[in-house]
């Protein structure tokens, strides 16, 4: 059996950028049905019971409707208003489910947000992720 080492290659003009990595270990080596989905999102929905800014769009309690175990975590998180209309971004991630790293990002941007909210001064995050 050949084993086969993942790798990306970045290029740039400047040669001292051009160079081979491997993504990280820990995400890669996981098999699927050992990543949960309820782990990834447990500092999430710990950050939401105290938040005025990162809400839990699944919570009953918020939104009124039942709550349903297949239905996509879904997190908002609104930064310092800032002088016009927020502006809106939706993120996205492990949407094909083999990708675990992008999932893994946004939980660790919306932790960024929540511990520093005047880098999301002005904006409106939509977030959802699985595993």
């Known amino acids: 059996m ?3 080492r993942q790798t ?3 290029t740039s003009g ?13 995400l890669m ?7 949960s989905l309820a782990k990834l999102m447990a500092p ?20 009124g409707q039942p709550a349903i175990s297949s239905v996509l975590p879904r997190y908002l998180h609104l930064g310092p208003q800032g002088g016009d209309a927020p502006i809106r971004i939706g993120i996205f991630a ?3 489910g083999d990708e675990p ?6 939980v660790k941007l919306l932790q960024l947000l929540e511990q520093n909210p005047q880098l999301a001064q002005g904006y409106g995050h939509l977030a959802t992720a699985r595993i």
């Open 2 to 4: 050949k084993t086969v």
């Open 8 to 10: 990306n290659r970045v």
């Open 14 to 26: 400047d040669p001292a950028l051009n160079q081979s990595f491997a993504p990280a270990k820990s």
């Open 29 to 35: 080596s996981c098999p699927p049905a050992s990543r």
């Open 44 to 63: 999430l929905d710990e950050l939401t019971k105290n938040s005025s800014s990162l809400l839990d769009l699944n919570d009953p309690q918020l939104t």
């Open 94 to 96: 492990g949407i094909h």
């Open 101 to 106: 790293a992008g999932s893994y990002a946004v």
